[in-house]
């Protein structure tokens, strides 16, 4: 990879968004770091020499205006890291929040889906580059624990499956990390639950691996497994029925 690359990474203040961000600062990359964090993401950019944008990925102008952010400071822009996301924290029995509900799946999908429009444009004027977005082992497997989470993670698999065919044309490659239960601030709820039943937790720099793994690949509207023990690589889905 060049030094000329430019990245910009939703969530890039904490977690998986800064993992990356640091692991691609060492690689010769360019960065916008976009996050809800200014605190933490004004420090992490002052670290890596990259730019920090606050972000809040609910609102489509806050996508634009990151994306605009990489345009402005570095000329264009390589790769969109859409990576920012939350637990629902919702239940669907009495006390199901609609509040709740919405955040979740505002951040999660919608979240994707604004940084996927804002990123393209970028993208194609570069003549191509990358769209990854963070979706995880829920969006493959059920998870009962936190049904809504599955749901958006699940939806986020299927709209990235979808683009990849769609976008290949112009040289635009959107791929998803799928992680199960990573050692970052999301899995704070749960964290002493996964230790008393002996749950393995994956080491943020897995999870960081496999995302260069799927950068440094070819394929498009994969969804990339990252599980512990296991080498991670894109899930295979079955075929479905087709008519007769």
């Not at 400071?73 to 239940?91: I, K, R």
């Not at 990854?132 to 082992?137: D, E, K, Y």
Request: glycine share 12%; charged share 20%.
């Amino acid at each position: 990879m060049t030094a000329s690359k430019v990245a910009m990474i939703t969530g890039g203040a904490n977690g998986i968004g800064a993992a990356a961000a640091r692991r691609l600062a060492g690689e010769g990359w360019r960065l916008v770091l976009a996050d809800v964090d200014a605190e933490r993401g004004t420090a992490l950019a002052a670290e890596l020499d990259a730019v920090f944008v606050r972000c809040d990925v609910r609102d489509p102008a806050d996508s634009l205006a990151a994306v605009a952010a990489a345009v402005d400071a570095h000329g264009g822009l390589d790769l969109a890291f859409l990576n920012a996301g939350v637990a629902s924290g919702c239940t669907l029995d009495a006390d199901f929040d609609p509040e709740l509900y919405r955040r979740a799946m505002a951040i999660n999908l919608d979240g994707v889906v604004y940084g996927v429009r804002a990123a393209l444009p970028a993208l194609r004027a570069r003549g191509g580059g990358d769209i990854v977005a963070t979706a995880s082992m829920a969006g493959l497997t059920a998870t009962p624990f936190d049904p809504i989470y599955g749901a958006n993670k699940a939806a986020v698999v299927g709209l990235v499956r979808a683009l990849g065919p769609a976008h290949a044309g112009e040289g635009v490659r959107v791929n998803a990390l799928c992680p199960s239960f990573a050692d970052t601030d999301i899995l704070v709820p749960l964290k002493e639950h996964l230790d008393e039943t002996g749950f393995p937790i994956l080491e943020v720099s897995a999870v960081v691996d496999a995302f260069m793994a799927i950068l440094a690949g070819q394929d498009s509207g994969e969804a990339w497994f990252v599980v512990p023990g296991r080498e991670p690589g894109p899930f295979k889905f079955r075929g479905v029925p087709g008519p007769r």
